[in-house]
């Protein structure tokens, strides 16, 4: 016959967990004003992005129809990609504890649990 061990609870699964990058811990005292200024400037720079991006389409499409081809302009669109990258970080943990917030506040109101 073998021996049955008790079943073990490890520190990693009684730990709260946090959203992405970050932990519970610095979740927790990050206070709502830096959420969501953190959300503002991720926004900014998402904004920034897509704008820089959209301005070397409509150079290149200016510079085809001018001369008859375009630069590749692959600096300007890393660029943008990377601005945009860099502000969907920024925004998305606050947009995620948000979006968990809102939907607890919305099962309580009905009457469901989400433990």
């Known amino acids: 016959m073998h021996k ?21 811990s610095q979740l927790k005292n990050t206070r709502p ?14 904004l920034v992005g897509l704008y820089v991006i959209l301005h070397l389409i409509s150079l290149r499409q200016a510079e085809a129809h001018i001369w008859g081809s375009a630069k590749s302009h692959v600096v300007g669109f890393f660029f943008g990609v990377c601005l945009i990258g860099i502000g969907a970080f920024c925004v998305h943990v606050g947009v995620i504890y948000y979006s968990r917030k809102f939907w607890r506040w919305a099962s309580k109101d009905r009457g469901y649990s989400t433990n």
Not at 33 to 46: C, D, E, K, T
């Open 4 to 24: 049955v061990r008790p079943v073990s609870v490890d520190k990693e699964s009684t730990q709260k967990r946090g959203i992405g990058f970050y932990s519970y």
């Open 33 to 46: 004003v830096g959420r969501v200024g953190a959300m503002l400037i991720g926004g900014i720079y998402v």
